[in-house]
């Protein structure tokens, strides 16, 4: 797994890309079996790379074998912690903000 991290982290930064962080999860079990495989070796790699650089790293992560699956999410900034109590995009009552903005009525004028 060493190998292919390394490799990975060399077509990014080839790219003129940068990996921020590289956080290895280890060998899980699969929600159900990919190419007759039970069980798979998660990796987490956070980078700031260009389109192209994106490109050629899932160019290369499609061509190697022992690749089961990747998934390339992108955002902005560091997502903010949810805590399971309120679900993400909902307010303290559980509705979405645009429920609770239309809720605020402002009495009628007399």
Request: proline letters at 6%; glycine letters at 10%; aromatic letters at 10%.
């Amino acid at each position: 797994m060493k190998e292919f991290i390394e490799r990975f982290k060399k077509v990014v930064e080839g790219q003129d890309g940068t990996v921020t962080q590289v956080e290895e999860w280890g060998a899980r079990d699969l929600a159900y079996k990919i190419e007759k495989q039970g069980r798979g070796y998660y990796t987490l790699f956070r980078y700031q790379a260009s389109g192209r650089a994106v490109d050629e790293l899932e160019r290369n992560l499609k061509l190697t074998d022992g690749i089961l699956r990747y998934l390339t999410v992108r955002y902005e900034e560091e997502p903010a912690p949810v805590s399971p109590a309120s679900p993400r995009g909902h307010g303290e009552e559980g509705r979405p903000s645009s429920e609770r903005e239309t809720a605020k009525v402002e009495p009628p004028a007399n």
